[in-house]
């Protein structure tokens, strides 16, 4: 039976982990006498307020985390679990790979902790992109760490990958944002018209622009329901962007439509947003498939029957195919199934997640009846975050038309949802029944 006992600090009362304190915090509760961030105590990290004395703790406490954190079904570890990983310690004498127990749980508390930075660092860059004291800190630990005598190749390896993770200025991403393509895109002399541009051109800079808003909305914006709450374009300003862009396509699109008073034309403009569509689909924007199905069912359009009647029957049945594929029914059954099976890069219907999310907060509890921390709610809700951040950390390779793209976002032509209306009566003016 291994003995774990904590180590305390004599006079101050803090034990071994306390240098989590605030540095002033520390050196108030000790005296004033400075001492580093982390210590090395037998060429293992160890945050401690100080040397343990006379080496009354049987473990270091990187040892008490490794236990403290290893899985819950494993049980206390076993003699022979001991020997297997010692031996697989390769690169060290042998009294050590076959005995040493407390060097077996420091490589597993080093892994523990390594794995943890890891996946913080990767899953959640924008924690130390915004924050250059915790960014700092943390390369200056795992300096610390690469220090350390016993250190394995794979895990110095992984400490510097990290630190190269860290300190790199992010070439996977080199797209422009959304403010510089708009700012392009306006540049531009004149707003060409929409028969000017092809199906396959409106529907990649339509998914290229919907994913630069969609990629750079803070997980942060995802707690709290702030998007429902009064001041929303302060507690989530990127959400309602997005909302706000959606619907200037979708009122750019009902424009287009509306534009022509010639029916002929009218049926041409949908049935080449149609393809727009199913483009779309085909390069899993399915925002923007979602974007113009709602924009060919608003009254406005809709209503237009004598135009309807003559739409094909073909493009009548990818308009189907396309409405059940991001129907609301069954809570987005058929757009979940699609996210599912595919690959990014992708620009899934943030209302979707949105819906899940403020059901998760409404329906479940922050705590149980025992007034612990509901888990299984936190774990719920960072499952929705991380689907959505595996959709924003991929990018489109797609080539900037600032022709195209002016076109998309060019407002000057672009009709409120009251002069829509009125538009349409005018172009297929009510019949008395």
Known sequence: MLEVRVSWCDKTQRCACSSILPPVERRKAEGGRKFSLFSFNNGIVVSSCRELENNRSALSAASAFAIATAGANEGTPTKEKYRRMSLASTGFPTDQRNGDKEFVIRRAATNRVLNVLRHWVSKHSQDFELNTELKMRVIGFLEEVMHDPELLTQERKAAANIIRTL??????????????????????????????????????????????VFKVIPYEEFFGQGWMKNDKNERT???????KHFNN??????????????????????????AVADICRCLHNYNAVLKITSSLNR?????????????????????????????????????????KNCDPP????????????????????????????????????????????????????????PKVAKYLLDSSTVMDEESLYEASLRIEPKTSS
């Open 167 to 212: 300190t790199q200025e992010d070439p996977g991403d080199s797209q422009a944002s959304i403010e510089e393509i708009t700012q392009m895109a306006m540049e531009e002399s004149k707003t060409e018209p929409f028969e000017n541009h092809s199906a396959l051109e409106i529907a990649e800079q339509l998914t290229m622009l919907d994913h630069l």
């Open 237 to 243: 300003p990127y959400i309602m962007k997005t909302t």
């Open 249 to 274: 396509i979708s009122n750019r699109i009902a424009s287009e439509i509306l534009h022509w008073d010639d029916v002929n034309m009218r049926v041409a403009v949908i049935e080449k947003w149609v």
């Open 299 to 339: 009254s406005s359009v809709f209503r237009l029957k004598r135009t309807w009647l003559k739409v094909s029957k073909q493009t009548k049945t990818v308009i189907d195919k396309l409405q059940k594929l991001v129907s609301s029914e069954g809570r987005f059954k058929n757009l979940r199934e699609a996210l």
């Open 346 to 401: 992708c620009v899934p219907y943030l209302g979707m997640y949105l819906t899940d999310l403020a059901f998760i907060e409404e329906g479940t509890p922050n705590y149980t009846e025992d007034n612990l921390v509901n888990f299984s709610k936190m774990r719920m809700i960072s499952h929705i975050i991380r689907e959505i951040r595996q959709f924003q950390q991929t990018a489109y390779k797609i080539d900037f038309q």
